[in-house]
């Protein structure tokens, strides 16, 4: 049986013959397919050096975008990402064009080819230490996104990514959320630094589990204001917090899948408590990770404490429910493009 990424590679996306940018599956399952390209420039940049004419299929251009520019990484020279730039036919103009991006700038998720492993292994390692903003490689990604916005303003430019790709662009959307400018975002099943508590099957147990975690992280966090003698640090990360409170993006995870499915029970389990009147302590344990908490009260070196990445204050989450085979499929890109999808998707906003 052939792989996702193989049928990709033979089929494409070609039942997307019309794409209505007004139609949600048409604007995921054209973001999934530009990651999908950034992954075979890089693929392709490696068959090159090792002697292959292989040439990726240009996907992209069936979709009227082209590469405007690769991001490369300074480590190790592999692309990780790459600037897509929308040229659709003079004929081909209709009223959902509106909805229709200009540029959008795609990052690709840990890649299992030798050239490349290793470095992306580190930015692995770099999401569950809350250290991705300090990498070079982010750097490399938010100056393109910033140049990017400086020239032709936030409306029309999208942020993608699958994997380390999706948490590259929520960091980068985190970032220019701060600045004012509110980036379309498209994170295919992007990390939760968590145990999967969500991939527990009694409910009871997952609810107990999470409402300890919750007071644990109360608990902690009214403790360490105290000990600052109340200094207003709490006050700054909430107003941080809420400052990007605006910015919705589209996260689609898998229920199956650990890496990401504890966003499920993340957003759920925030709305049941302001649904109970509990909505202050939703706020303020939603800004914190339990565990990047307990690895700084132990004094773990190396973790930044500082507003964990995978914490967000609002989303546009849509679930796959499709039985997958096992997990690795469930992480997989390939899926969020099918048409036969049993999705299930909720917006979270933060009051």
């Not at 429910?321 to 493009?337: G, K, R």
Request: aromatic share 10%.
């Amino acid at each position: 049986m052939a792989s996702g990424r193989e049928y990709f590679n033979r089929c494409g996306p070609k039942y997307l013959s019309n794409i209505d940018w007004n139609n949600a599956h048409h604007r995921k399952s054209v973001s999934a397919s530009l990651v999908e390209g950034v992954y075979m420039l890089e693929e392709d940049r490696q068959a090159r050096r090792g002697g292959s004419q292989r040439v990726a299929p240009p996907w992209w251009e069936f979709f009227n975008f082209k590469v405007v520019n690769a991001l490369v990484d300074d480590n190790d020279k592999s692309i990780f990402g790459a600037i897509f730039e929308y040229k659709p036919s003079a004929y081909s103009y209709h009223r959902s064009m509106d909805r229709s991006p200009r540029y959008v700038i795609a990052f690709r998720g840990t890649l299992i080819k030798l050239e490349s492993f290793a470095r992306d292994l580190k930015l692995d390692i770099d999401i569950i230490r809350n250290g991705l903003h300090h990498t070079g490689r982010f750097r490399t990604a938010i100056k393109a996104v910033l140049d990017l916005v400086s020239v032709v303003g936030s409306s029309k430019v999208w942020l993608t990514g699958h994997s380390l790709g999706a948490a590259m662009a929520m960091l980068a959307g985190k970032n220019m959320a701060k600045r004012g400018n509110f980036l379309e975002a498209f994170l295919f099943n992007p990390p939760y630094v968590s145990p999967p508590i969500e991939r527990i099957k009694n409910k009871k147990v997952r609810h107990g589990l999470r409402f300890a975690g919750t007071l644990i992280k109360a608990g902690i966090a009214f403790a360490a204001a105290a000990s600052d003698n109340h200094n207003n640090s709490n006050g700054i990360q909430d107003s941080s917090f809420a400052a990007i409170s605006g910015w919705i993006p589209c996260l689609f995870v898998n229920h199956l899948d650990p890496i990401c499915s504890e966003y499920i029970g993340h957003f759920k389990h925030k709305k049941k408590l302001e649904d109970i009147g509990a909505g202050g302590l939703a706020r303020l344990t939603s800004q914190h990770s339990l565990g990047n908490m307990a690895m700084s009260v132990v004094g773990i070196k190396g973790i930044d404490t500082s507003e964990p990445l995978h914490l967000l204050p609002s989303a546009n989450l849509t679930v796959n429910l499709y039985p997958c085979q096992d997990m690795i499929s469930a992480h997989e890109l390939h899926q969020w493009w099918r048409p036969d999808l049993n999705l299930s998707c909720s917006v979270y906003k933060y009051k």
